[in-house]
């Protein structure tokens, strides 16, 4: 496995695996791989013949200096893990290299980004649309692998790719999810034991809102407080919960199959996401 982070040695790498006719698949992460991770290189290392993973934690995307500098960079861990999953190269570019003095691009996709994560956290989608950009160009990727977890990052970066013609096929992984349910991320380390189990309710009342819609209930109002409730009996601070069209993300009055329920939470402090596509 090679490491890697100059982004001229990763493209003329991945360049000379193309001209052999080779697919090479980007796992874009800020580290702290977990099982959410290591299936996304999974469904990579099955689809392509060369796998790339990024590792890089991306300051423009946080609008909270307090967790950026939290976030966790666990690199021995990670390396290890991609090393044991295959992964051909690792992609570690640092702050100044990403953002050399004079960075003054940014890229930003309307509409999408105006509710929910967007609104909640200015700025932070402008950031996540420009690195993905710059990680795409330096890695001239066949095709990105990305998680259903962060629906609505999914919708932004499909907008992107296509308003751009970038020349890459986007990947959308099922969530994955620990033992008791809850979706997993790298924030759930920051979790106590009481908030965890707090936060269960996410997937439990998702899960309960299938049933309710399956019942015959498709008033979304209706639907959504039986989530509010549930959270809020838990002891969550409630950010958003509703059920959106899968394509614009705009609330919908009355649910079908295909519409997607939202939810942002935090508990203890730590903010969780959680989504289910209505079947």
Known sequence: MKVV????VLASTT????????????????GAL???HQSLIERARSMCDRVVVSIFVNPIQFSESSD?????????????MCQTLGVDLVYRPDAKRMYPEGFSTSIHVARLTDAWEGRDRPGHFDGVATVVTKLLAASRADKAFFGQKDFQQCAVLRRLITDLDLDVE?????TVRDHDGL???SRNERLSAESRRNALAIPTSLRSLQKHFDDGQTESATLCDSIVQALTDNDLVIHYVEIVDSTDLAP????????VVIVAASSGG????????LT
Not at 5 to 8: K, Y
């Open 252 to 259: 919908v009055g009355t649910a079908q199959v295909g519409n």
């Open 34 to 36: 977990h099982a959410g």
């Open 15 to 30: 360049r000379k695996w193309q001209t052999n006719g080779q697919v090479v698949g980007l796992v874009p992460t800020m």
């Open 270 to 277: 730590v903010r969780l996401l959680d989504n289910h596509i």
């Open 68 to 80: 950026f500098l939290s976030y966790p960079t666990p690199i021995d861990s990670d390396l290890d």
């Open 5 to 8: 982070e100059d982004p001229d």
């Open 170 to 174: 986007m990947v959308v992984c099922p």
């Open 183 to 185: 979706a997993l991320s």
